[in-house]
């Protein structure tokens, strides 16, 4: 039982819950997790080499011990597979679309769809996809840090998203999901004035020597660290009546210099309300690119370097001399010289040619199947890059070819596509725990209008929802879903989109007469923003059926006053539905069916002289036979 005097005053005993002494067995822990994941940090710093041509060091075998004298080819074979596989992930650069749980939260959810690509944009998210992508095709893995950062905006805070490095974390070892690791470090490297400037507690604390042994890149310029110090910020997750709390510790040198168990406004929410650390990691340790095509990389610059050492050698003569030859081997060796001076002992075998044979072409053979294994392992055909078979130039064949050699990168995508889901989840908890100020917000309407929405997590806050029972209080908050779609970049995409929209328009899908028969086609189709055209079709067939009551109501009314008067008030006015809706109904608006023959890669006879198939065929001609 606790008696009275330490319940009268708690706090000074609850306000210094986090000491150095926990700390330091932070600190013990941190290197533990650190030793367990060496192994995946030396990888990913052998990755990084490979993808900049600094390979050789990291081959298997000892190739050779003249050192630098033979040659080292570094083909970009392997780079220029890394760099499609990222434009790939560009070329689709996903968009949220935040939706609602509940009847009530629709118009939270549509001003949020508006607010959080604006917050993204501010935090430059393409950057960070970028960088984040390009390091899981390299190692497996990209990591993102969703945090709140209170300097933003003059210290009014804002969301933070950006790319973490992993070298910078150690978790649990052996788990899948990050959120699963019991502790979760995060470290990274401050100037000491820093830091002291901000933490006057840090003063005569700080020193060059680090407490953690971390892995490095191998960096192109000289990185001083004398005058810097590790600081770790420290996650760690504890269950408050049943509910996930995280908690927060930021310490250099065994210096606590922030922990939310220390704050009195955070000891009992932890640094976030969602319960979950603020990073998303796709895996912890994931298998990239380079890990899978090394092996052929390596042997392709071996077999190059072979091959170029030996026309190099067939290329200079070179020559056999006895000791005992009276020949200046300096004047023997200078071509400027016409006349050379020997002794008298100089014979038919005083020196002899060395005679190179040529490369067989089954070397040349097994190289190219190398680099042709490269290709199909790694799924980065020459299609995916641009090029195609011959004779296909439409558009829509090129994007179907390109779309049918892209399955893998599609799989790939969809992992990406999940945790930026989670991403803008925790987008939306920080919004939710931090937007008390209301802010204005300028958004860019798909029609290109501007408008300016002013925006609060107001409504986004826990209420109380009615129950049969008035003395029983029940809680919920307002939960949103995120559907993910990608932003196609592609140009042949979108020649093939566009082509699709004008033979559409042609068949008359868009006519209000043919509504029902266009929602029935819609109905089988796949295309993107399907919704949008199915509500336009829609609202074409409500407005064309309520032209046609008016129609009939004018001229029942006409009819009447006809009778009663003698007079016809509508001589002379075309009354039809399509004269009174604007739309007149032309050959190119009723619906089509004259047979098209095509190919089965898509090329139309029909519509070969579309003018955006045109300028494909004329772009692709350029890019792949220039003159």
């Not at 055909?381 to 179907?400: F, K, L, N, Q, Y």
């Not at 929209?501 to 109905?523: E, I, K, R």
């Amino acid at each position: 039982m606790v008696d009275e005097m330490s319940v009268e005053e708690p706090e000074e005993e609850e306000l210094h819950t986090i000491t150095e002494e926990d700390v330091q067995r932070a600190m013990e822990l941190l290197n533990k997790y650190m030793a367990g994941k060496a192994s995946v940090d030396a990888r990913v710093v052998a990755n990084q080499n490979w993808w900049k041509l600094r390979h050789w060091g990291n081959f298997k075998s000892d190739h050779g011990k003249e050192g630098d004298k033979r040659i080292k080819p570094a083909s970009a074979w392997l780079h220029s597979c890394v760099d499609n596989k990222v434009a790939d992930y560009m070329d689709n650069f996903p968009e949220p679309n935040i939706l609602p749980q509940e009847e009530g939260d629709k118009e939270t959810a549509k001003q949020l769809s508006a607010v959080v690509p604006v917050v993204l944009d501010e935090n430059g998210f393409e950057q960070e996809f970028d960088r984040a992508v390009h390091s899981k095709v390299l190692n497996g893995t990209g990591i993102y840090a969703v945090v709140w950062d209170q300097d933003k905006l003059n210290g009014l805070g804002d969301v933070s998203v950006k790319k973490c490095d992993i070298l910078n974390f150690a978790w649990e070892p052996g788990i899948e999901n990050i959120q699963d690791s019991a502790n979760l470090f995060h470290i990274t490297s401050a100037n000491n004035d820093v830091l002291v400037s901000q933490y006057p507690q840090l003063k005569d604390r700080l020193s060059s020597m680090h407490s953690v042994i971390q892995t490095e890149y191998q960096f192109d310029d000289t990185v001083d660290k004398s005058n810097r110090s590790q600081v770790v910020d420290w996650y760690y997750k504890v269950n408050v009546d049943g509910k996930n709390v995280v908690h927060y510790v930021k310490f250099c040198n065994g210096v606590v210099l922030y922990a939310t168990e220390n704050d009195p406004e955070r000891k009992d929410t932890g640094l976030y309300i969602d319960g979950k650390y603020p990073f998303v990691f796709e895996s912890p340790a994931g298998y990239g690119y380079v890990d899978l095509c090394k092996e052929p990389q390596e042997y392709i610059d071996k077999l190059s370097q072979a091959m170029l050492e030996n026309a190099i050698w067939s290329s200079v003569p070179r020559y056999l001399v006895r000791d005992d030859g009276e020949i200046n081997e300096d004047d023997f060796a200078d071509t400027s010289k016409h006349f050379i001076k020997v002794g008298n002992n100089v014979g038919q075998d005083t020196y002899a040619p060395i005679v190179i044979n040529g490369i067989d072409g089954n070397a040349y053979n097994v190289l190219m199947h190398k680099i042709d294994e490269m290709k199909e392992t790694s799924g980065n055909r020459d299609v995916s890059s641009g090029g195609t078979s011959s004779g296909v130039t439409a558009a829509s064949a090129i994007s179907a070819m390109q779309e049918a050699g892209s399955k893998t990168s599609r799989w790939q995508i969809k992992g990406t596509y999940r945790a930026y889901k989670e991403i803008i989840l925790m987008v939306i908890e920080r919004i939710r725990q931090f937007y008390d100020m209301p802010r204005v917000f300028r958004i860019t309407g798909a029609d290109g209008s501007v408008s300016f929405e002013t925006f609060s997590n107001q409504n986004m806050q826990e209420r109380r929802i009615e129950t049969l029972f008035p003395d029983d209080e029940y809680y919920q908050m307002p939960n949103f879903d995120v559907d993910v779609s990608a932003s196609k970049a592609s140009p042949y995409s979108k020649l093939a989109q566009n082509e699709l929209a004008v033979q559409m328009y042609n068949l008359g899908v868009l006519n209000p007469q043919n509504a029902d028969q266009a929602l029935a086609l819609l109905d089988m189709m796949d295309i993107n923003h399907k919704d949008r055209i199915v509500q336009r079709v829609q609202e074409n067939g409500t407005m064309w059926q309520t032209i046609q009551q008016m129609t009939q109501a004018l001229n029942t009314s006409n009819e009447i006053i006809k009778q009663l008067t003698g007079q016809d008030l509508m001589s002379g006015q075309d009354m039809t539905p399509g004269a009174m809706s604007g739309a007149a109904v032309t050959d190119t608006q009723s619906v089509d069916t004259t047979p098209t023959a095509s190919d089965s890669l898509g090329n139309t006879d029909k519509y070969q002289d579309n003018s955006l198939a045109t300028q494909a065929r004329k772009r692709v001609a350029t890019s792949t036979s220039p003159e």
